[in-house]
């Protein structure tokens, strides 16, 4: 069965750093997304992508954040300049066209910020 | 805007014992409602979804969720509990209006099953 896939498992930075986390969705999706789940608290949702422009973001995704597919598999999430607060766990999700269509998750990185 | 609500962050149930994990809503828009659950290192993985018709669905390893509009939930049951049961679940929605659909999720609840 097609899976998401995230790259590292655990990321450990420095505060100020930049991290870039990356993810292959499932191959024939069209939709991908990025969340985040702090320790103890609820997933929220970053940042929607969808034919090569972002669709829509919250406001947690600042200037700090950006999203880029460089290829035709890979999607990334960066963070300019890591702050101890974006200490989290990080999902990709991905979907078909449909609006009905599932999203489906990575495993997730847990991003350590010191 | 949407929000949702689970009752609980952490139920307790025997094995074998019935399951009923909370889910309350507030959309604009009718919804599109998800429970997903999450086992220790692992992402998340959908358990069921109600998007149109039956309101009643049933999803993987025996769990159901109806839709009750009128009381806008969305609870999650499982008839008898299994040890591999244990696990923490997240409610989600998102606007069906929305082609983006992000989700929304709950709290999340921990469901612990004694032996």
């Known amino acids: 069965e097609p899976e998401v896939t995230q790259t590292p498992s655990h990321q450990v930075t420095q505060m100020g750093q930049e991290v870039i986390l990356r993810c292959v969705p499932i191959?024939?999706?069209?939709?991908f997304y990025w969340y985040r789940q702090i320790l103890g608290q609820k997933v929220e949702f970053l940042v929607s992508f969808y034919n090569n422009e972002i669709s829509e973001k919250s406001e947690i995704f600042d200037d700090q954040f950006s999203v880029e597919r460089p290829d035709g598999s890979n999607f990334t999430l960066k963070i300019r300049s890591t702050k101890l607060e974006d200490s989290a766990m990080y999902f990709c999700?991905?979907?078909?066209?449909?609006?009905?269509?599932?999203?489906?998750f990575g495993p997730g990185t847990r991003l350590t910020v010191l | 805007a949407q929000s949702v609500t689970q009752l609980g962050s952490h139920v307790s149930v025997s094995e074998g014992a019935l399951v009923l994990l909370r889910c309350n809503y507030s959309s604009s828009v009718p919804p599109y409602l998800f429970w997903y659950v999450q086992y220790p290192n692992q992402g998340l993985q959908l358990l069921l979804k109600?998007?149109?018709?039956?309101?009643l669905v049933k999803g993987i390893n025996g769990f159901e969720a109806e839709f009750k509009k009128s009381e806008t939930s969305f609870h999650l049951t499982k008839p008898s509990a299994h040890m591999s049961d244990a696990a923490e679940y997240f409610c989600a929605v998102t606007p069906w209006s929305n082609a983006g659909n992000m989700l929304t999720f709950g709290g999340g609840t921990r469901l612990m099953v004694k032996p």
């Open positions: 109600y998007t149109t018709g039956a309101t």
């Open positions: 191959s024939n999706h069209l939709y």
């Open positions: 999700a991905s979907r078909g066209l449909a609006a009905t269509d599932t999203q489906y």
